[in-house]
């Protein structure tokens, strides 16, 4: 297991305390680290699709009034 020192303010550190206390602190944080880990994949996912979509949404032939309303004339009953 690895051993990692941060700085913090002092004020983070009473609130932690204040809010954890007696409880492993090293599991806590370490369950927080997981947290971020788990959001920061998810918001790099997040931004690789949003490009994708851009680029795909970029790439396609523009559509005239015409060609819309005739497809929307078709798919109704």
Request: charge should be positive.
């Amino acid at each position: 297991m690895a051993t990692v020192n941060f700085s913090v303010p002092d004020e983070v550190k009473a609130a932690f305390d204040k809010a954890f206390g007696g409880q492993n602190k090293s599991s806590i944080v370490a369950e927080l680290m997981r947290r971020a880990v788990r959001e920061r994949q998810l918001q790099i996912r997040r931004e690789r699709l949003f490009r994708q979509l851009s680029s795909a949404r970029a790439n396609r032939p523009p559509v005239t009034n015409q060609e819309i309303r005739r497809t929307r004339a078709a798919d109704r009953p």
